[in-house]
């Protein structure tokens, strides 16, 4: 494979599985956000708690949503940017449901084993997701410098 093949493949836009894919997603946070914004709308004196819950929920979704959108309208090459930054979004996700479970906690002044190892498990998940993609983005961004016409002038 010449240079210019491996080049032309790192240029490349989304394909069309990629591109499904982020549609999922974006669908996917539209409707959860829709969805948990109607019941919100439809059920009147809710606790404070779960209003505060639903508009962070609906925070998330929308979230996703417009990161779907944008990730599916991208005509140019990203360089495993859609990676890190559904990998930031998935930390913030992770951070937000451990202050909220920290406040729930810190409340009740109860300590719940089980939400602690899901929150560990689950910011465990996040911080590894993000190396990864942070990674991947350098890796193809080093090799897209080493392969450019102008690093053979060099």
């Known amino acids: 494979m010449t ?3 491996v080049l032309s493949r790192l240029e490349a836009p989304l394909s069309l599985r990629k591109r499904i894919a982020y549609l999922t997603v974006a669908l996917a946070g539209l409707t959860a956000s829709a969805l948990i914004g109607l019941l919100w709308a439809t059920e009147p004196d809710l606790p404070l708690r779960t209003e505060v819950a639903f508009a962070v ?3 998330i979704g929308l979230c996703w949503a417009a990161f779907g959108g944008w990730a599916v309208t991208r005509r140019t090459p990203l360089f495993a940017r859609d990676r890190v930054i559904a990998a930031w979004l998935g930390a913030g996700a992770w951070l937000t449901l451990t202050i909220g479970a920290s406040a729930i906690t810190i409340l009740r002044h109860e300590f719940e084993p ?3 190892g899901i929150v560990l498990t689950l910011g465990v ?3 590894v997701n993000l190396r ?5 983005r350098a890796a193809l961004t080093r090799r897209k410098t080493e392969l450019s016409p102008s690093a053979g002038e060099r």
């Open 57 to 59: 929920l609906v925070t």
């Open 114 to 116: 089980a939400v602690a």
């Open 132 to 136: 990864a993609a942070r990674r991947a």
């Open 3 to 5: 240079p210019e093949e």
């Open 125 to 127: 998940l996040a911080a």
